[in-house]
């Protein structure tokens, strides 16, 4: 019987360094390898924009590293002892056994020693971020602005609770807006979690979290962004039927940029009227969304090219009206959008909705997703998403007991396509 002849401590020592080294590339930042594995996508914790995700980042690299060293220093043990101890000749494989030693307190010892000291070296970066991640520091405290996000099924309602709205019916409630939390960069904020229904969890990988919504109990976590950008968010807590796409965003902007948004946040819903339409394009006036490009509802559910390349880019586009509005078509929207009983769950403040089932539609049409961050906010997805919701966001409210009955599955109202249209209109005018 032949035997192949290993170089057995060189094959050790090439793995060693080719693990080692392949880890300190993907973990400490190359940019070139963190794009080929996509470790810098848009929902990645690897690169960090805010001081409570880094801290979070450097907690897991501690451990990282600690592991990555116990594994090194084990596995070295274990194959030194392979090939040192292995069957050399026939003679060996028959040979008895060595004489057998049972304890040995000086290797015993150190071994407890070692592991309370790894476990030391893992616990003190662990508790000095439980402490930082746990609230806005203190010098920080008087700078910090507070909201509110509450869960629902599948969506996320933030509100704004230093930003105290006048209510029609007298009294006042915070400023409040759905599913794009907008924030100013650089100032630290504090969430409050709530849930209206289940558990949720609120999740920015690249700023903070995750923090459970639980039902009656206060939770809060807090962020900041080190510069003005656009961040996805996601529920991490099984939810339901539509857990994994309950997403949202955060946009964090400059100062002077956020100060502009949140005036026009507080303002009432636009009436788009013959005056206020962007006179810039008036030769491409028509029917508004008359035509829409052929993507049907089953056609891929990504964003657009220009989004995904520049999505903060997209989203101030969506801070003005949309190119060849239609007054008469966006007034027949706002009829129907009475008429469709869309008013009894969703606020068009300033216009005649006061639902709260739903999220705030003041200014639904400057935000960049709708459905709760799962499609982008394009006149083709919006209909799509009026037509049939059910398919996109299975056992929404909007479609069940808002579309349907629930008890008998008959249909509530109808929508045409031409009725569709007008309501896409009027709720794209809402800047
Ligand atoms: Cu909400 Cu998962």
Known sequence: MTRTRFDFRQV???????????????????????????????????????????????????????????FVVVGAVLAYAQIKFRAKTAADEHAEPPEQSHGNPLIEIGLIVASVALLVIIAIPTLKNIWYTHDVPEEERANAMDVTATGYQWWFKFEYNQEMMPLPTGGEAPLVTGNELVVPAGVPVRVHLRTIDVIHSFWIPKLAGKVDMIPNRANFLWFKADKPGYYYGQCAEYCGESHAIMRFRVIALSPSEYVKWLDNQKAAARTATAATIRRDDEQTLRVQFASFPDTGPGSTLAASGNFDADPLGAWKAKQLPEPGENAALIAEGRRLFKEKTC?????????????????????????STIAAGVLENTPERMFQWIKDPEYFKPGNKMYHGGYVDTTTGKPLFTLSDDETKALVAYLLSLK
Do not use: N
């Not at 995700?53 to 990282?64: E, G, H, L, P, W």
């Not at 008013?343 to 935000?367: F, Y």
């Open 343 to 367: 008013i009894s769950c969703h606020t068009v403040r300033g216009h005649e909705g006061v639902g709260i089932t739903g999220p705030d539609l003041t200014h639904v049409g400057s935000r």
């Open 12 to 70: 050790l020592r090439a793995g060693t360094l080719l693990l080692g080294g392949l880890s300190a590339l993907f973990l400490t930042g190359c940019e070139k390898v963190q794009k080929v594995f996509s470790l810098s996508g848009p929902q990645t914790t690897i690169v960090t924009e805010g001081p409570v995700a880094k801290a979070q980042y450097d907690v897991f690299m501690v451990t990282v590293w600690v592991t990555m060293f116990i």
